[in-house]
């Protein structure tokens, strides 16, 4: 298969993450003999920086004709710690999704067994976790009509939805639900907010059309809290923008750190794949960020476009390597591996057969020998 792929490494870690899932993307065309064509554009505070834009339009122009964008990270504190400033990075990411028409947001959530030890939550509660968060994208309080006045002491945002908005993502997370577990939560705010009684309404008409698949509803409120009491009882969770927002980014203390958990945005076009971690500033450079969320946001990219075998290829490498423990440092303190290191063991597990690898591959890498066989 031949795709073009845009690769808009963004701020802080973006660039050193993304490198790694491009690396992991190389080995994965080498081995089935797929052609992937990467050409890397500007977004967000680099953006800014260089071309007074968060999302310059020949980014634009590249993404809308390419077909998939790999995403690293917005942000940089210069704008998270001005609140006038005017143009900020985080539009650019906001414009792109309504550009491309990404309504869809999927974030997959797993309790990794050989990690279940790391999470802060208790094992027994964690473990058999499996669940996927369908959040939308493109409407709700995060783009409705922003009001504040001339002396700047009342503001307000609208929270906005349509019928049609809520149904084509309802459709999604119903699909997906049928190839899982057969189950939907649609989490919501339905006792005092509107959009919240639209979104049951709707949602509740459209799942007679899929008579295999159980509906049920919670407020977000206790969603959040059943996410850390019984996170297991979830398969696939359908939900409006700032919520999925907020409980995604809560799921990610399931799997013991947000540097796990990769995400896709889907529309009628391009689509975008992106681990759901910040841009992280502090670790800039460094070269300890966690890749693991962007290889796996890489794995998505690939089952996006039916290649099943390669997807499970890199998910299965990832799931060694963190058996054996090549992990980063906000998962292993005392001997932490760093973040070039856990993509070159990735790629090499999926240029060699798996299964051919043995035990001592990982014992020379923990001894800070070289990763080739």
């Known amino acids: 298969m031949n795709l073009k792929i845009a690769v808009l490494s963004g701020d802080g870690i973006g660039p050193e993450v993304t490198k790694e899932s491009v690396k992991v993307l190389k080995a994965v065309a080498e081995v089935y003999g797929h052609t992937f064509e990467f050409q890397e554009a500007l977004v967000g505070a680099i953006a800014i920086y260089e071309k007074e834009n968060p999302l310059p339009e020949e980014t634009l122009a590249l993404c809308k004709s390419s077909d998939a964008v790999l995403f690293g990270a917005i942000g940089d504190p210069k704008y998270d710690n001005n609140p006038d400033a005017k143009v900020r990075p985080e539009q650019g990411l906001l414009k792109l999704r309504k550009e491309l028409g990404l309504f869809a947001n999927i974030r997959p959530i797993t309790a990794y067994d050989s990690l279940l030890e790391k999470s802060p939550l208790k094992k027994e509660i964690?473990?058999?976790?499996?669940?996927?968060?369908?959040?939308?994208?493109?409407?709700?309080?995060?783009?409705?009509e922003k009001k504040l006045n001339e002396d700047k002491t009342i503001a307000s945002d609208l929270c906005e939805y349509s019928q049609i908005e809520i149904e084509r993502i309802a459709h999604l997370a119903f699909k997906a639900a049928q190839?899982?577990?057969?189950?939907?939560?649609?989490?919501?705010?339905a006792n005092v907010l509107e959009t919240s009684r639209l979104w049951r309404r709707v949602v509740t008409a459209l799942s007679k059309q899929y008579p295999d698949v159980t509906l049920d509803f919670l407020f977000v409120d206790n969603a959040a809290m059943q996410m850390i009491l019984n996170p297991s009882q979830f398969d696939v969770i359908l939900t409006e923008n700032m919520f999925g927002d907020i409980i995604s980014d809560e799921g990610s203390v399931i799997g013991g750190s947000i540097g796990l958990l990769a995400s896709a945005s889907v529309g009628d076009g391009t689509a975008l794949f992106e681990p759901i971690h910040g841009s992280y500033p502090q670790a800039t450079g460094k070269n300890i960020a966690n890749p693991i969320a962007s290889i796996l946001s890489a794995a998505m990219l690939l089952g996006h476009f039916?290649?099943?075998?390669?997807?499970?290829?890199?998910?299965?490498?990832?799931?060694?390597?963190?058996?054996?423990?090549?992990?980063?440092?906000?998962?292993?303190?005392?001997?932490?591996?760093?973040?070039?290191?856990?993509?070159?063991?990735i790629a090499e597990m999926i240029l060699v057969d798996d299964q051919s690898i043995s035990s001592s591959f990982f014992e020379n890498i923990k001894l800070g020998k070289s990763v080739y066989i």
């Open 306 to 345: 039916g290649l099943n075998e390669e997807a499970k290829r890199i998910q299965e490498a990832v799931d060694r390597t963190l058996k054996n423990n090549i992990v980063s440092v906000d998962i292993n303190k005392e001997n932490p591996s760093s973040t070039s290191l856990i993509g070159d063991v």
């Open 126 to 144: 964690i473990q058999g976790t499996d669940m996927v968060i369908y959040r939308e994208l493109t409407g709700g309080i995060y783009f409705g």
């Open 179 to 189: 190839v899982r577990r057969k189950k939907v939560t649609l989490v919501d705010k």
